[in-house]
């Protein structure tokens, strides 16, 4: 088994102090980069608001609606026979 930043199992020295304190760092850096990206996502989204073409801003709106908490629930619906017999 794997733990969350490292290529090395526990038996193969995954469970080592400088290997966790690695996997650590490595863990760090990587929620500071998708951290930085935000901004620049949140950018990018609100300009596909104003895109030229309405399907383009059509699923940007989807995205921040969806993102928002405010996703359109799905409906299901199920066509069935039922037969019941009786044994008498």
């Known amino acids: 088994m794997e733990y969350e930043g490292q290529t090395v199992c ?3 020295g995954g469970k080592a102090p400088q290997a966790l304190a690695k996997a650590q ?4 850096l990587a929620d500071m980069r ?3 990206l935000t ?11 104003t895109a030229e073409s309405e ?5 940007a709106a989807k995205d921040v609606l969806n993102r ?3 996703k359109a ?3 299901v619906e199920v066509a069935a026979v039922i037969t019941v017999k009786q044994p008498w």
């Not at 760092?25 to 760090?28: K, L, N, S, V």
């Not at 901004?39 to 608001?49: G, N, Q, S």
């Not at 399907?55 to 699923?59: D, E, I």
């Open 34 to 36: 998708l951290r930085g």
């Open 39 to 49: 901004v620049p996502a949140v950018d990018l989204i609100e300009r596909l608001l």
């Open 68 to 70: 928002g908490g405010l």
């Open 10 to 12: 526990a038996t193969h």
């Open 25 to 28: 760092a490595t863990m760090e």
């Open 55 to 59: 399907a383009v801003q059509l699923g």
């Open 73 to 75: 629930t799905d409906r």
